[in-house]
């Protein structure tokens, strides 16, 4: 027998919501360590589609958490539909302020989907929230930027041949967009339950400055536009697509010294940084593979063997 739909374990029956207004609440599904996940429900004064924004499934990159926030601010009066937005996906790596990875079960959330309800701590999250808001979506934007030791220049992710996402992620109009899919990945496997999905960047380094947030939150209100969930204008934006993008990685612990930042031009055979060891010898020349755009850049001097040190779109 299932949960009562009104038990904190779950989200609500949004059609029981009242409409124009905000809803919001703190849910408790067991994970086997207590996490209480915001939640916020704007049912707008008209029916439409639901609009599910998630942030912080990487709880340190706060200019996504952020900006989820402001869009769970979004006047149900002037909506058509339900936005929800959870803004705090994994409670445990926000608190522990974690990079990657939840201190709970040290998995990435962001590589196990769609989870499992029998598996780790990662996995049953990942579970939960398909279950409960994906699979109650008409489409879903994933909020996400640099991590703490990472610069980033905005850009969009969506999956490979679908148009669907490619129209919403131009809608939501960060300057560059990626058509690329990784599996366990939010976008990759909501694309996959037939929603249209965009994982967007922005920000890093745990900082949030405007010029990080508002892309982010402005993209939210524009894809509701563009869903048909709000009135407004739409102005396009020049939206570059790339189609490959190459993760360099550390093939040792040591000391990393890069050479380039998030949003700088790369051209094949740059060396974007040097890996040295303990006592200071060059143990890897990282190179780039190809000409392109440093999507992000890893800023932290610690590196372990097997962490990324750029990524490069192209
Ligand atoms: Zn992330």
């Known amino acids: 027998m299932g949960r009562m739909a009104n038990e904190p374990t779950t989200l609500p029956a949004f059609a029981d919501l009242p409409a124009g207004r905000t809803a919001k609440g703190l849910a408790r599904p067991d994970l086997g360590v207590p996490v209480e996940i915001p939640w916020f429900a704007v049912r707008g004064a008209e029916p439409g589609p639901t609009l599910l924004v998630t942030a912080g499934v990487h709880g340190a990159e706060y200019a996504s958490i952020e900006a989820a926030y402001r869009a769970a601010a979004t006047d149900p009066a002037e909506l058509a539909g339900t936005l929800l937005v959870l803004p705090i996906v994994t409670p445990p790596s926000f608190f ?187 143990r890897q020349r990282a190179v780039a593979p190809q000409d392109g755009v440093a999507l992000f850049a890893v800023s932290s001097l610690a590196i372990n063997a097997g962490d990324p040190l750029v990524g490069v779109g192209a």
């Open 96 to 282: 522990a302020r974690s990079i990657y990875v939840t201190p709970v079960d040290g998995a990435n959330p962001n590589r196990v989907f769609p989870g499992r309800d029998d598996g780790g701590f990662s996995e049953r999250l990942a579970a939960w929230l398909m279950r409960q808001a994906v699979d109650r979506a008409d489409a879903w934007i994933d909020l996400h930027g640099g991590d703490l030791i990472e610069s980033l220049t905005p850009f969009s992710l969506v999956p490979e041949d679908d148009p669907v996402s490619r129209r919403l992620g131009e809608a939501f109009g960060l300057p560059l967009m990626i058509e690329d899919d990784l599996d366990g990945t939010t976008a990759t496997e909501g694309a996959r339950r037939g929603l249209p999905c965009v994982l967007a960047e922005a920000g890093g380094q745990g900082l949030w400055p405007e010029k990080a947030v508002v892309p982010l939150a402005d993209g939210v209100g524009r894809a509701l536009i563009h869903l048909g969930m709000r009135e407004g204008d739409l102005p396009p934006r020049e939206v570059k697509t790339l189609t490959t993008f190459a993760w360099l990685r550390s093939e040792h612990a040591g000391l990393w010294r890069p050479r380039v930042a998030g949003g700088d031009p790369v051209t094949a055979g740059q060396e974007l940084g040097v890996v040295t060891d303990l006592l200071g010898e060059v």
